[in-house]
């Protein structure tokens, strides 16, 4: 036997050892890592499919349900605004059907419901009103007293819809007794989402209710003997919501793979299934490549051996060398593949390739970093103009000391303040919360000052400035749907008293010395409406007097509704809290304390709004 022989003998036990032991060893690997996969997948879908349905309650229904609820508990509108604002409400939110005011006491509770879905009811030979309606009786039992209620899924099968109820409870102030919202709403989308979910193509996603019925099914079949559903409906009942995994094998002796999840908001389950086979099929196929493989490899091996060292040695050399120059940043570099048609002549031509890849992508890099670097520089220029338009220095006045500050929550914002002599006895201050942030909310921050500084220099009495300031801003507007808050004062130096009005601005918090346990206040709500909505609204104007040892506290709602890691807001009651405890303190003092308290409350989390305070003290 020739050498040749022997190594190319030993070429192939040496080759097919390490192929069988290392074949076996993947397969089992590769089951064990689709099987922990296959569970992984199925229980990502089930969390997923139960987080769309919560989202979908939490965005979709309850928040425009909360902003209608705040409208409807609204002092400032009247009935008919009401009433609008429920039928705007309607539009706003496709799934909803109908919205209902109940009042208890009345008989005849306020029904709001689709055009669409009621002609819908009606072609089907159904009273609209009788199957939308919602009962005392039925609110009571559904709410059991809690704040928020959502569920009794029903279907109505004349139109093949599934509709779930949302239940708030109103302020009591309201309609002066126990009042509810109600909600009816239709779960025609989430059904489509659910059934145009990716997994379906290679499983199912079903949703049952707790006694086992497939839901979104016109016959609302029974799964309760599937192994799967029985598990779920024994979670469901403990109420627990765990999220698990179960093979299980169907009486016709399919194997299933399947996953539940359980939605926090509704009563009802989320099953996910897929077949076992189809799961590890992958499996099956790498058994039957690996063989054909190793027959090839040990072909190719053979063959291999004898070329590689002539073949590949050569081109691998010159390939190193050229990789070494362009590590020393020569980028001029290619390798002549002399017309090799092989894999070494390809990776040839790709090396070349990404030789001048590299070089066109650093030109690029470098265009686009002297792009951002110019965007910055621009930013950074807007940032400095808008910081121009807020006090950099607070004059002496003797009688009264004043200090602000204002941090937007990005490099430019849209809350600002001033503070101005209006005349010899009088002085100005003014704060201001445009809706948004950004460069948008910066640019009509900047329109409202110079539009405010024109109107506060003509007129003396707060609610004329922000009445005409209000019109002024509306007829600027032309559709940009942005408003701003405000609250302006004007202080009289020499009598002391405080002439105020708001346009939607939190109210200041007040502290006046004349006891000596007087603690910080905040200044009675107004009628009011924010600026730049809608024109033709006359301001209220209010009065106070201050003396010696008074303070007023101005701030935006950045500085209140911070939040912490917990998800808990500042709020006014802290912010009191800290009012009072550095109320001995200088007015700068006291603004910078309370900024950095604010800082300090929400360190951890990113500044989701701009933060201003300004505050007033009388000498």
């Not at 909803?96 to 006491?105: C, D, T, Y």
């Not at 009942?237 to 179960?246: D, E, H």
């Not at 104007?541 to 209140?560: P, R």
Request: net charge negative; charged share 25%.
């Amino acid at each position: 036997m020739t050498l040749r022989s022997k190594l190319l003998i030993l070429s192939m036990i040496l080759a097919l050892i390490p192929l069988g032991i290392a074949g076996k060893s993947m397969i089992q690997i590769t089951r064990d890592e689709l099987k922990s996969s296959a569970n992984d997948n199925l229980i990502t879908v089930a969390s997923q499919v139960s987080q769309d349905i919560e989202d979908f309650y939490r965005y979709t229904w309850l928040a425009p349900l909360r902003l209608i609820k705040k409208a409807v508990e609204s002092e400032d509108l009247g009935v008919n605004e009401k009433l609008s604002l429920l039928t705007e409400g309607m539009k706003s939110v496709n799934d909803l059907i109908a919205l209902q005011i109940s009042v208890q006491g009345v008989k005849s509770p306020l029904l709001v419901s689709q055009d669409e879905f009621s002609n819908k009811l009606k072609k089907a030979s159904v009273d609209p009103v009788q199957v939308l309606k919602l009962s005392s009786d039925r609110i009571a039992m559904l709410q059991k007293g809690d704040e928020i209620f959502i569920g009794d899924l029903t279907y109505l099968m004349q139109v093949d819809a599934w509709l779930v109820t949302v239940i708030l409870t109103l302020d009591k102030r309201t309609f002066g007794r126990p009042a509810t919202l109600s909600a009816r709403i239709n779960l025609d989308r989430l059904k489509r989402r659910i059934e145009s979910h990716p997994f379906n193509k290679t499983g199912s996603i079903t949703l049952i209710d707790p006694e086992g019925h497939k839901i979104f099914d016109r016959d609302r079949a029974d799964l309760s003997k599937n192994k799967l559903v029985e598990a779920a409906k024994k979670i469901l009942a403990s109420n627990a919501r765990t999220i698990g995994v179960k093979p299980y094998i169907r009486p016709s002796g399919e194997k299933m793979l399947g996953a539940y999840a359980f939605p926090n908001i509704l009563d009802i389950g989320v099953i996910v299934e897929k077949n076992e086979a189809d799961a590890y099929m992958a499996v099956t196929d790498m058994e039957w490549n690996l063989t054909v493989w190793i027959i090839i490899g040990l072909l190719v091996a053979v063959v291999g051996a004898i070329l590689v060292s002539v073949s590949l040695t050569r081109p691998l050399r010159k390939l190193m060398r050229a990789a070494r120059a362009i590590s020393e940043g020569n980028l001029s570099i290619q390798i002549e593949t002399r017309g090799r048609k092989d894999e070494i002549g390809e990776l040839s031509l790709t090396f070349n390739k990404m030789v001048d890849d590299l070089r066109r992508y650093i030109d690029e890099l470098t265009e686009t970093t002297k792009a951002k670097e110019r965007a910055e520089s621009e930013l950074e220029l807007a940032k400095k103009i808008q910081q121009s338009f807020l006090p950099k220095k607070f004059p002496e006045l003797g009688s009264i000391e004043v200090w602000g500050k204002c941090d937007p929550a990005r490099e430019v914002g849209g809350d600002y303040f001033d503070f101005f002599q209006i005349d010899d006895g009088n002085c100005g201050m003014v704060i201001g919360d445009v809706s948004g942030k950004g460069v948008p909310a910066a640019l009509f921050m900047a329109v409202s000052r110079t539009l405010f500084r024109i109107l506060s220099s003509r007129e003396l009495s707060p609610d004329l400035v922000l009445t005409e300031f209000n019109d002024r801003l509306v007829a600027l507007d032309q559709g940009a749907n942005m408003f701003i808050t405000l609250f302006y004062g004007v202080f009289n130096k020499t009598t002391g008293q405080l002439l105020y009005s708001s346009a939607g601005h939190n109210m200041p918090y007040l502290k006046l010395s004349q006891d000596p346990g007087t603690k910080f206040q905040m200044l009675p709500q107004m009628k009011t409406m924010v600026a730049g909505m809608m024109d033709g609204i006359p301001m209220q104007l209010a009065e106070t007097k201050m003396q010696s040892g008074d303070a007023i506290v101005l701030y935006t709602d950045g500085i209140t509704e911070a939040e912490n890691e917990n998800d808990e807001m500042f709020g006014e009651e802290r912010l009191e809290e800290l009012l009072n405890k550095y109320s001995n303190l200088s007015a700068s003092d006291m603004c910078k304390r309370l900024v950095e308290e604010v800082h300090a409350f929400h360190a951890g989390r990113p500044q989701l709004d701009d933060m201003t305070m300004f505050i007033m003290k009388v000498k």
